[in-house]
């Protein structure tokens, strides 16, 4: 029984991880506290309900445009948020709160669309296959493979690209990076734009699931945050780790207890990562020239 | 009490302190590398005199600050601090207590606040660790008048009798300090260390990136520290500095004191003069 | 007339919210996340003094003020051993806890069912605050006495110690002051004043539930604070006074209800980053965040 539990909880937090990685993409890299990530992350649903459910366009190119479409809202608060506060040499708390505000105008532009209601996407009832006691939904098995293809990809790229070695480089020291002649502006553009697209797979992955609403983003940031900071800032299988760890939790949580104290269990952990292991598990120490 | 006045204010022994940093090995693996900033530095500073200190970059001075100061713990060693007759074990402790116990310091990059007035810069650096407490400053009004007061015309004191007439200070005092130019900001950094009454001053680089003029007033102002048998230990490079107004100097290198002596001796010192000033 | 006090008393409990918050996030450059849980922790609190022990006013508000400047050594001690963006994190971890804590322990706070019925204070045993003259009044009175006490820390020594750590923070522990002391004598004191807040809300609305009291909330405060500015006596006022007349403007130029909160969040949002970019010291503050 407790497997159903474990289960569950893996192959959601490997969802965590998905978010978690897009967050660390902005984080780590430029230190920018990418709150409007939480809204980036909840406007990719509505696209491809509205491209799938109201235009009609067939699934695949539908999630192809809506993906597309999180991307260009990211750039946008990137171009106009972010790039004239860090022309404008602003403190990072000034940016922060430049970011909770781009976060409260999306949300609330998607509230006054689609209104405050859940959404539905996919409204089939899933069916599901049965290994030994466990039971999963075709829905987990696509939620699953797709995070574990995401993962493949990406650290494949990071290892033996020539974009991941630069993005490592950029990740340990920007400042070093930039005097050796790293691009930086065009390699932060890229980082930030495979961001917006792990939000916008990881919502869509859930919304299929479980429908979405307006609030969802939120949520699911501090859920991102929070595996971060267990995980590790510095390398990037932190937060995979971190989201993995998190789903297991949440689920044993919800098995030996009730769903309700999931979250004051998870932030109780933070706490206390923040306080004895701020470095996360897989803690390094990040030099500055 | 005679020999509390004489003999040493500081005495450092054994002092180490090391970083790690990452370096890739001969395999191209990333490792870490211990390095030495300060290694089995000995120190005797004497009461009531100008010590300079002169070293390469690099060579540990300000690193030996910051942990006199208490900002940075020593791997190992003892600094011994005697300001009157009694011996304070400075390592460990923290820095706002070190300052207490009668040691002040001026940073290298210029640490003043800069949002606040010129005045206030004065104001804040007054011990008045009673009178910051809030229940204080809301009750007890008439007692905080007349404390502030007192502050004031300390501060004023200081403007007009401690810099020549003419002073920026005094017409710029309601103004933030950032409008000051760099070397009055050096100078209100000195100032303020006038607020209290210290044993023993760290002054770090005092004269880098000022002009001539302000190179004076800085050091009448350290000359006026001594008056009152304090002791002052200075890093500095500007040499003709040190020649002016050290009465011993020291010269550091890997992390140790190399060689310690009257300023003319050391500079004079071929050794220093090869690895130092590259002659 | 009578929604003009309303209003009035709202703008009243918003303007204590934000010069509490001021001490911290503008005085001191500490930005917290944490006030909404502290604010609920005050209404909570003074639910408490009222329903369980049937304490008359000012017991009540001397009680809130008390445990919840007590409870917030419990965000001040971790949070303070953080820096940077570690420090927000922590304290919107408490944020969190706290509110979980109101929704789910059904059995002491009633969790999301909330708590009707909250009495009127009562006054030296007979005089009931009742109505909504009573209220205009009473809240007046905390505004005036929480903004007079602010003004007085501000332009004082400990104000200046304050200003000091925004300013350079080495260069105040070099100068023999206790920083961390001082930053949790800012947390206690922030908190003892939004827990006013919390009075003032819980028995002027007779109901509370923690849906108040959620990180949406602190950062409402927070935005509210930031707009109106901060630094000084007049941002925060100025900030409340926005933040509760906005809707109302709104509500003035004919915009449905349907749409109006929307609309009113989009400006708040547009104000962030607008302020944010050209005048970060808020519309009439004297510090921008660092």
Redesign the interface.
């Known amino acids: 029984m407790i497997w159903q539990f474990i289960v569950n909880g893996v192959i959601t937090g490997m969802i965590y991880g998905v978010v978690a990685l897009g967050f660390a993409l902005v984080y780590n890299t430029t ?1 920018i ?1 990418h709150i409007a990530y939480a809204a980036i992350y909840m406007v990719a649903p509505y696209l491809l309900m509205f491209l799938f459910k109201g235009v009609g366009i067939p699934l695949l190119f539908s999630v192809i445009l809506a993906m597309s479409g999180t991307v260009v809202i990211g750039m946008a608060v990137e171009l106009l ?1 972010y790039t ?2 860090i022309r ?1 040499k ?9 970011s ?6 999306i ?3 998607v ?2 669309f689609a209104g405050n209601e859940t959404k539905v996407i996919n409204t089939e009832i899933a069916k599901s296959l049965k290994i030994g006691q466990v039971l999963i939904t075709y829905t987990q098995l696509i939620q699953f493979v797709s995070s574990l293809l995401l993962f493949i990809a990406f650290f494949a790229f990071l290892k033996f690209s020539r974009f991941g070695i630069q993005t490592r480089a950029y990740r340990d020291d920007a400042t070093l990076s930039a005097v050796l002649g790293l691009n930086t502006l065009r390699l932060r553009r890229i980082l930030y734009i495979l961001s917006s697209l792990f939000a916008g797979i990881g919502s869509c992955l859930i919304a299929w699931d479980v429908g979405m609403d307006p609030y969802v983003g ?1 949520p699911m940031l ?1 859920n991102a ?1 929070v595996a971060l ?1 267990i995980g590790g800032i510095g390398r990037f299988e932190a937060p995979v780790l971190g989201g993995v760890l998190i789903g297991i939790l949440q689920a044993l949580v919800v098995y030996f207890t009730s769903a ?2 999931q ?2 269990v998870t ?2 952990l ?2 206390i990562f ?2 004895f292991r ?1 470095q996360g598990i897989l803690g390094e120490k990040i ?1 500055r020239v | 009490m005679q020999s509390s006045k004489m003999g040493d204010i500081l005495t450092i022994q054994s002092l180490s302190k090391g970083f790690s ?2 370096v890739k090995n001969s395999a191209g693996e990333d490792i870490d590398e211990q390095y030495w900033v300060i290694h089995q530095l000995f120190l005797n500073v004497p009461r009531g005199k100008v010590i300079a200190l002169i070293g390469g970059n690099g060579a540990g001075k300000t690193t030996l600050f910051n942990i006199i100061s208490g900002f940075i713990m020593p791997d190992s060693g003892s600094i011994l601090y005697k300001p009157d007759g009694k011996n304070l074990e400075l390592s460990g402790m923290s820095p706002h207590l070190i300052t207490r116990a009668g040691i002040g310091r001026m940073f290298q990059d210029n640490h003043i606040f800069r949002e606040m007035s010129v005045l206030d810069n004065m104001l804040v650096a007054d011990s008045a660790y009673l009178a910051e407490r809030p229940f204080r400053s809301l009750l007890f009004r008439n007692k905080n008048r007349k404390e502030e007061n007192c502050r004031l015309a300390k501060a004023m004191d200081i403007f007009e009798n401690l810099f020549v007439v003419d002073n920026p200070f005094l017409e710029k005092r309601k103004q933030p300090a950032g409008n000051l130019s760099y070397g009055q900001q050096r100078l209100l950094g000195l100032a303020r260390l006038f607020m209290r009454n210290y044993e023993l001053l760290l002054l770090d680089e005092p004269t880098a990136g000022v002009n001539p003029e302000v190179i004076e007033q800085i050091k009448q102002l350290i000359l006026n520290f001594i008056k009152n048998n304090q002791t002052v230990l200075l890093i500095e490079h500007n040499l003709e500095v040190v020649k002016d107004i050290a009465d011993f100097c020291c010269y550091m290198e890997n992390g140790r004191i190399a060689l310690m002596g009257t300023p003319e001796d050391v500079i004079g010192n071929e050794e220093v003069q090869k690895s130092y000033m590259g002659l | 007339m009578e929604y003009v006090i309303h209003l009035i008393i709202l703008i009243n409990i918003y303007i204590i919210l934000t010069t509490s918050s001021n001490l911290l996030v503008g005085l001191t450059n500490l ?1 917290s996340l944490g006030q909404a849980a502290l604010y609920g922790i005050g209404a909570y609190l003074s639910v408490l003094a009222l329903m369980v022990f049937h304490w008359p006013l000012i017991p009540t508000l001397l009680f809130s003020m008390i445990i919840t400047s007590l409870l917030s050594l419990l965000l001040a001690w ?1 949070s303070l ?2 820096k ?3 420090f ?3 304290t ?3 944020q ?2 706290v509110f ?2 109101l ?2 322990w059904v059995s002491v706070t009633r969790g999301p069912y909330g708590i009707p019925g909250i009495p009127n204070p009562k006054l030296f045993g007979d005089i009931e605050i009742s109505g909504l003259w009573a209220f205009f009044v009473l809240s007046l009175v905390l505004v005036v006495v929480v903004v007079f006490l602010f003004h007085n820390l501000i332009h004082s020594p400990f104000g200046r110690a304050l200003k000091g750590i925004r300013d350079d923070e080495l260069s105040m522990q070099a100068l023999g002051k206790n920083v961390t002391a001082l930053k949790i004598q800012a947390f206690v004191i922030s908190s003892a004043f939004i827990a006013i807040s919390g009075f003032l809300y819980a028995t002027y609305v007779s109901y509370i539930d923690p849906t108040s009291f959620n ?1 949406d909330e602190s ?1 409402f405060i ?2 509210a604070l ?1 707009v109106g500015g901060l630094g000084n006596i007049r941002g925060p006022v100025i900030g409340a006074l926005v933040v509760i007349l906005l809707p109302e403007a709104l509500r003035f130029i004919g915009l449905p209800d349907s ?1 109006a909160a ?2 009113r ?2 400006i ?6 607008v302020l ?2 050209f005048r ?1 010291q808020g519309i009439a503050g004297n510090y ?3």
């Open positions: 230190r506290f948020v004239p506060l404008h602003s403190s990072s708390s000034v940016i922060m709160v430049s909770i505000g781009a976060m409260i105008i949300i609330n532009v509230a006054l939120m501090l945050m900071i309700r104290w979250d004051a932030f109780t933070l706490i923040l306080l701020p030099r | 940093r990452q | 930005l971790p051993r953080l940077g963006d570690y927000v994190l922590a919107l971890g408490f969190l806890i979980t804590i929704y789910n990180l950062i927070l935005s930031i749409v929307n609309i969040q989009i708040y949002g547009l104000a962030l980053i944010m970019r970060p921008a965040i660092k």
